[in-house]
């Protein structure tokens, strides 16, 4: 089974930076996409960057020149720097990450870390 643990996520001024991690368990054979996604209240689950196995990076308009989507594929971490952090970026960030473990695909979710941008 696999599982994803995110860190980093806390309170930060508008501005400011935080950097999002998210660490895999589990006997990972092969990984494709990773990726993180955000979800503010009343609103639906949203992409924010995702990244494939050969690094090409995919950003959501809005954060596109503030964050940076980076990942180890020894490590299996993908990892979210977030500059110039502004009151909308406030949201729940999850990590998803795809791909095959023991010859089985999954698709799976991290728990979420808070993302609070605020004076």
């Known amino acids: 089974q696999v599982q994803l643990v995110e860190s980093g996520g806390g309170l930060v001024q508008p501005g400011g930076s935080l950097r999002l991690s998210c660490a895999t368990n589990?006997?990972?054979?092969?990984?494709?996409?990773m990726g993180w996604y955000r979800q503010a209240p009343g609103k639906q689950r949203e992409l924010v960057a995702t990244i494939t196995s050969g690094g090409s990076t995919n950003y959501a308009d809005a954060v596109k020149g503030r964050f940076t989507i980076s990942r180890d594929n020894a490590k299996i971490t993908v990892d979210l720097q977030m500059n110039s952090l502004k009151p909308d970026d406030t949201a729940v960030y999850y990590c998803?990450?795809?791909?095959?473990?023991?010859?089985?695909?999954?698709?799976?979710w991290g728990q979420g870390t808070q993302v609070t941008v605020s004076s």
């Open positions: 589990g006997r990972i054979s092969i990984i494709n996409a």
């Open positions: 998803n990450v795809e791909g095959i473990v023991l010859g089985t695909p999954f698709n799976e």
